[in-house]
C-alpha cells in the first residue's frame, strides 16, 4: 500500500513530477509544454563570451511605387557579420504593411513571398498597385532576423521603417537602415 500524508499518495506525487520533468526534457506525453530556454551557445558552455552579431539593412532605392515599372519594390539586403564563424543561417522577413518578393536571374520572374517569409538574401518589398489611392496608410515596418538553419534559434535582427509621400510612394526614413 501506497505510503500516504496529509491524504495525498506519494505515488501520485512522484508520477506528476515524472511528467513535469518529462514535459521540460521533450519526452512522455507533454512533450515540449514545459518553458523553453535558448540552447546555450558553444562560447556559453566553454564559460566565453558569445560572438558579437549585428544585421543590416542595405536598401537600393530609397522609394517605391507600383507606378514605377523598372523594378517591383525597394530590394533588401541584409549584412550580416559576426566575430565568430557562423553555422548556416537563413533570414526571417516580416512586414506589418504590403508583401515580399523574390525576383533575379536568370528568367527574372516575380515569385510573391507574402508579408512573412525566409529567404537565403537578397527580397524586395512591395505593395498591392490596387491600393495606390489609399489614404492613411500605416507607416511600414519590416523586420529581418538571421536564424540558424538547424535550431531556428536567433542570431541578429533588425528594423526598417517607411513612411509615405504623397500617398502611394513608400519612402524609407532616414537612420533606420544602412545604405
Request: proline content about 8%; charged content about 25%.
Amino acid at each position: 500500500m501506497a505510503e500516504r500524508r496529509s491524504g495525498i499518495s506519494l505515488g501520485r506525487v512522484r508520477g506528476a513530477a515524472v511528467l513535469a520533468l518529462g514535459a521540460l526534457l521533450g519526452v512522455g506525453p507533454w512533450a515540449g509544454c514545459g518553458t523553453a530556454r535558448p540552447a546555450a551557445s558553444p562560447e556559453a558552455a566553454a564559460g566565453e563570451a558569445p560572438p558579437a552579431r549585428t544585421v543590416e539593412l542595405s536598401v537600393d532605392r530609397e522609394s517605391y511605387s507600383p507606378l514605377l515599372s523598372s523594378t517591383v519594390g525597394i530590394g533588401l539586403t541584409p549584412r550580416y557579420s559576426a566575430s565568430r564563424t557562423s553555422p548556416p543561417f537563413r533570414y526571417h522577413w516580416r512586414t506589418n504593411y504590403g508583401y515580399f518578393v523574390r525576383w533575379g536571374p536568370p528568367d527574372y520572374q516575380v515569385e510573391e513571398l507574402g508579408p512573412d517569409a525566409s529567404s537565403e538574401g537578397k527580397v524586395y518589398w512591395s505593395y498591392d498597385p490596387v491600393e495606390i489611392d489609399q489614404r492613411n496608410k500605416p507607416e511600414v515596418e519590416v523586420a529581418v532576423r538571421v536564424r540558424d538553419a538547424k535550431t531556428l534559434d536567433t542570431w541578429a535582427e533588425s528594423r526598417l521603417k517607411m513612411t509615405w509621400e504623397n500617398s502611394d510612394t513608400a519612402v524609407v526614413s532616414r537612420g533606420s537602415h544602412a545604405r
